[in-house]
Each structure stands twice: as C-alpha cells, then as structure tokens.
C-alpha cells in the first residue's frame, strides 16, 4: 500500500489529521490511500503424474446435464449400489461429469449399470485436467449383458482431474441409467504392506464362468493381483474386501458369501496339500504330539488393523448389518468368528465372538454392546470408517480375542476350550481374514466392505523362509 500527500483548497479531514501547506495561509491536508492494483493468478498447467499402482480413487462432486428428479448425478458416488441409488435421464446427448477428489493418473473405470443383464448399453468415456480440453479414452463401448455386476474398463493412463461419461442409451431405448461409477489409477506409487505369500483369496465369483467361488493362490495373489468388484488398493495403501449378498459360494454348505483370506502355511509350494495336519496348517498345543510334529505350527496369533466401510441395510432383522472379519477355521468348524455388527438405525457398531464346539453349538460373547437385531446405539461402539484392530491369541485351550482402538483401553475376552473337541488327534487350524457376509436376505446389490491396513499372522516353529 502507497501513501501520497496533496494539498487542496478544498480537503478532507482524514482521522482527524492536518498539516501546513507551503502558502502562508493555513490549508488543510488530504491524505490519499492508493490501493495496489489487484494483480489476478495465473494458474500453472497441471504437470503429468507418473505413478505405479492401481488404487480406487475418491471422487468430490458428481453433475449432469440432464437427470430425473429423484435419480440425480450425486447418486453414482455415494457407495450405494441398490437400484434406488442411481442417475437417470430420459433424453439421448446427455452426459455426466465427476470430479475426482485429487488431481490423479487414471488407468480404469467401474461403471454399474441398472438392469445390465437385460439390455446392452453403449457408452464413452473422456478425460480432461481443466473441464474444457476433453480427450477420448473409450469410444462406442458395449456393456456386457451376460452379468449384472460392475463393469471394468481399462483405459488408456491420463492425468487427469475429470472424467465424463456419454452414455448412448441401449439396444432397447435412449434411457440411461447408471448405478455407481468407480475410478480406478493412483496419485502417487502405492501398494499394500501386507504380505500376501501365505494366503489365498477366495471371491464371490469365477473370473471365467462367474458360477462359483474363485481361490486366488499365492502365487498370483501376491504378484499384485486386482479385482474392481471385490479386492483393490485405496489411494492410502489398505486393501480393501467387497462381498455383496449375491454371488457365489465357496461351497455347498456355505448361506453366505464371502471376499476373505485364508492362511497358507506352505507358502506357494503346491507339492503340500491345503487340508489336512501338515506344513500348511497349524494345531494347539494341546493336541496330540504326532499332530504337533506333523504341523506347520503349532498355536498362534492373528493382528489385524481395519476399518469397517459399509454393511447390509437390507433384509431380514435378523442378519441386517452382520459381517465376519477373522476366523480361526478347523476340520469343519469354528473355534472363533469375529462379528461386527451395525444396525441401520445406529450410527455405532458391536464386536461380538462366536466359538462354536466341535461338532456342536456356538457360544456367544460380546465384547463391545450387544449382537441383538434390536441393539441400541452402543455408547462405545465402533463408527463405519473407524480404524480399531483385533489380537486372536491361542495358546493350547486358551483363546483371547482382544479389540484395540486408539485412545481407549483395550477389550479383551477368553474362552476356555478344554471341553471343545479341538485337542484331540485330527484337528488342524488356519486362520481367516476379510470380509464375510452374513446376509443373504436383503437386496443383492447391497454389500459389506472393509479396508485391512494390517495383517501379521504368527505361530511357535513356523519357518517363513
């Protein structure tokens, strides 16, 4: 800021401030405030990102040039992939565009279409840094109508802030109707640091035939494998695992699906089989001493981190909002199952434990509120998107399952399995990590998902090298 100084015959007085001028008659002063010029910024190009790694990225706004007053642009973002959650429009040249939360190299989008097995949509899609330049990446594309599910679609990598979306209507009519749009790329190189080289995944469906439960081995689990619907990389790392209600089953006695981990002791060697009392299961140590040579190792302790995304909202009361994230697994029951559970009128959720007796009945414990479908808001509950941890320990017939969050203290809970069968010859273990759906009653869009920022897996005389 400038200050000049003029003497008039005529002045203003300014905070009360006079002066002498150079005539001999007294004159007043005007004091003037000149204000800088106001010089406007000039925004930089947005510089080309290189980055490895394919991670969901998050969106900021969603518009659209034209939508129906109960389906608008903002529905393809907010998580929901129920029917009632979706942008539509009646009239053919009408396009959506999405604002990517942070300026990002994209490499694939996931586009859930209404009613996709019964009609075929043609679309494309471009991308721009600025909203004005636009440049094509996928022209003229057909839906797959043999699948209701999401739809992935690799692009060509751009930098880019804004994706649009031209749909072109279907095979059957102009109408446009899309469901949720996922984007897929990083901001930065990204990765997971769980190390995946004794597990296998099992997902809701045959990548090939899309009939039955798929198991990703360890081999290709750990050479960074990639599923848009079910198993990805966030933009900070953590993997996360999506089962909806529909899809399939890892076998016939399974209700329910499931997008989870299962522990490999054997590490990719293929010459040890999965099941059985080997170097690829472990037992208690209370079992019997053949058992505890034959294993792979012998009691042990799971460590998680995770947050819990969403659960159903849908369906029965009684398995509305349920969801398993870790197991210990025997021969053919559960020694534990760890529940969280949130019910649709709560904004908290419960931690409860199920050890069911071989080839018996579950007992329940509750750790934090209670497992009713009638469950008030639990005052020490856990939110969705709150990141807490949980401890499995087993040592010979005693399990303690502890709950871990920052700034409270610890939740910890001991089940005595003296009397539970498990000590006897024959028993082998391995323990779970993901996501299983406990609700095959609500909607078959509606889903449960959980983002792991950790998972060590320990054992006495377990070799990982």
């Not at 800088?36 to 969901?56: F, R, W, Y």
């Not at 608008?72 to 959650?85: K, M, N, Q, T, Y």
């Not at 909806?244 to 522990?263: D, F, H, Q, V």
């Not at 208690?284 to 998680?304: Q, T, Y």
Request: with cysteine; aromatic share 10%; charged share 20%.
């Amino acid at each position: 800021m400038s200050i000049y100084k003029t003497p008039l015959y005529l002045c203003i007085f300014i905070l009360f401030l006079g002066c002498k001028s150079s005539s001999s008659e007294d004159k007043p002063e005007v004091v003037i405030v000149v204000e800088p010029p106001v010089e406007t910024p000039v925004e930089l190009p947005k510089q080309d990102i290189s980055c490895l790694g394919l991670a969901k990225l998050n969106f900021g706004n969603a518009t659209a040039t034209n939508e129906l007053t109960d389906y608008v642009a903002s529905r393809v973002i907010d998580g929901s992939f129920l029917p009632e959650s979706r942008w539509s429009s009646l009239e053919t040249d009408q396009h959506l565009i999405l604002t990517l939360a942070d300026f990002s190299l994209v490499k694939g989008i996931s586009i859930s279409w209404l009613n996709n097995d019964q009609r075929s949509y043609s679309y494309d899609i471009e991308v721009s840094k600025d909203n004005e330049t636009w440049t094509s990446v996928v022209a003229n594309q057909m839906t797959d109508s043999s699948t209701t599910r999401s739809q992935f679609v690799e692009i060509p990598e751009h930098s880019s802030q804004y994706i649009k979306i031209i749909p072109k209507g279907s095979n059957i009519d102009n109408t446009n109707n899309i469901v949720e749009v996922e984007a897929f790329g990083c901001l930065a190189d990204v990765s997971s640091s769980i190390e995946l080289t004794d597990w296998y995944l099992s997902i809701p469906v045959d990548e090939a035939t899309n009939t039955k439960a798929e198991s990703i081995y360890e081999s290709r689990l750990n050479n960074d494998y990639f599923n848009a619907q079910f198993f990805f990389l966030n933009t900070d790392g953590g993997l996360v695992f999506r089962a909806p209600i529909e899809g399939a089953k890892t076998s016939t006695n399974t209700k329910y699906t499931r997008t989870e981990l299962r522990e490999m002791l054997r590490r990719g060697n293929t010459n040890i089989n999965v099941q059985g009392v080997n170097k690829n299961n472990w037992v208690f140590s209370s079992a019997p001493d053949n058992d505890l040579d034959a294993a792979g190792g012998v009691d042990g302790e799971l460590i998680a981190e995770l947050a819990v995304n969403h659960v159903t909202e849908t369906g029965d009361k009684s398995q509305v909002g349920r969801v398993i994230i870790g197991q210990i697994h025997a021969n053919n029951d559960e020694p534990i199952r760890v529940y969280y559970r949130k019910l649709p009128q709560n904004n908290k959720g419960s931690i409860y434990l199920a050890h069911e007796i071989e080839g018996g009945d579950d007992i329940y414990y509750e750790l934090i509120g209670n497992r009713s479908q009638s469950a008030t808001n639990p005052e020490n509950g856990i939110t969705l998107n709150e990141r807490f941890g949980y401890q499995i320990k087993v040592v010979g017939n005693s399990l303690t399952l502890t709950i871990i969050r920052e700034g409270q203290a610890d939740v910890s809970q001991t089940v005595d399995m003296t009397n539970s069968g498990y000590d006897q010859g024959g028993q082998y273990m391995y323990f779970k990590a993901g996501v299983y759906n406990q609700n095959n009653t609500g909607d078959v869009k509606d889903y449960v998902q959980a983002t792991f920022y950790k998972i060590t897996n320990s054992h006495t005389g377990y070799q990982t090298e």
